[in-house]
């Protein structure tokens, strides 16, 4: 079992800068990958960043070059850097990690990018 807890959402206007934090408990040294997801209203979960324990990254085409994941080992700790913030980019994002085969969830921050 993992446990996620994620901060650092909020309201921000556009252009502006965000970062989530996702920290994990558990059975975190066996975690293969961590990534985070968001869920706009009316829409499906769809998957942001993900990082695996080699360093390898994966971002979606509509935040490439805005946003930025990483991760603190020594803290069990994932983090997502999110600049140029647009309005499509609210949503409530969802921390995971992949402990093979299960995936486990946050319980979601909310991002809300707005004048």
């Known amino acids: 079992q993992v446990q996620l807890v994620e901060s650092g959402g909020g309201l921000v206007q556009p252009g502006g800068s965000l970062r989530l934090s996702c920290a994990a408990s558990g059975n975190s040294f066996s975690i293969y990958a961590m990534g985070w997801y968001r869920q706009a209203p009316g829409k499906q979960r769809e998957l942001v960043a993900r990082?695996?324990?080699?360093?390898?990254?994966y971002y979606a085409d509509s935040v490439k070059g805005r946003f930025t994941i990483s991760r603190d080992f020594a803290k069990n700790t994932v983090y997502l850097q999110m600049n140029s913030l647009k309005p499509e980019d609210t949503g409530v994002y969802y921390c995971?990690?992949?402990?093979?085969?299960?995936?486990?969830w946050g319980q979601g921050t909310q991002v809300t990018v707005s004048s």
């Open positions: 990082i695996r324990n080699s360093d390898t990254t």
């Open positions: 995971s990690a992949i402990v093979l085969p299960t995936e486990y």
